[in-house]
């Protein structure tokens, strides 16, 4: 079965920075473009950044410039750097992967459990 799980979640102040991790693991046979989300109570889920496996990458209006995605292919990781962190910034982040599990399989998108981030004064 194929997982993806995040870490690097945490508290911090407003102004500071934090990396998070996602892991994909299990019988991946390839991956294509993996990217973050965010998600708050009542509201939907955010696209933040994408990156597709030739590590071309995507931004959303609130986050370019202060995150950065980059992906480690080697691995099936993908990372977000987050910086000059707002406290609208809390939430909890999901990384997603479009992943085959075989070579006659079409991709499909895989989603993590989330990490939580909470930047409060």
């Known amino acids: 079965q194929v997982q993806l799980v995040e870490s690097g979640g945490g508290l911090l102040q407003p102004g500071g920075s934090l990396r998070l991790s996602c892991v994909a693991s299990?019988?991946?046979?390839?991956?294509?473009?993996m990217g973050w989300y965010r998600q708050t109570p009542g509201k939907q889920r955010e696209l933040l950044a994408v990156?597709?496996?030739?590590?071309?990458?995507n931004y959303a209006d609130s986050v370019k410039g202060r995150f950065t995605i980059s992906r480690d292919n080697a691995k099936n990781m993908v990372y977000l750097q987050m910086n000059s962190l707002r406290p609208e910034d809390t939430a909890v982040y999901f990384c997603?992967?479009?992943?085959?599990?075989?070579?006659?399989?079409?991709?499909?998108?895989?989603w993590g459990q989330g990490t939580q981030v909470i930047v409060s004064s």
């Open positions: 997603n992967a479009a992943l085959k599990v075989s070579g006659m399989m079409p991709f499909t998108l895989y």
């Open positions: 990156i597709t496996s030739g590590g071309s990458t």
């Open positions: 299990g019988s991946i046979f390839s991956v294509d473009t």
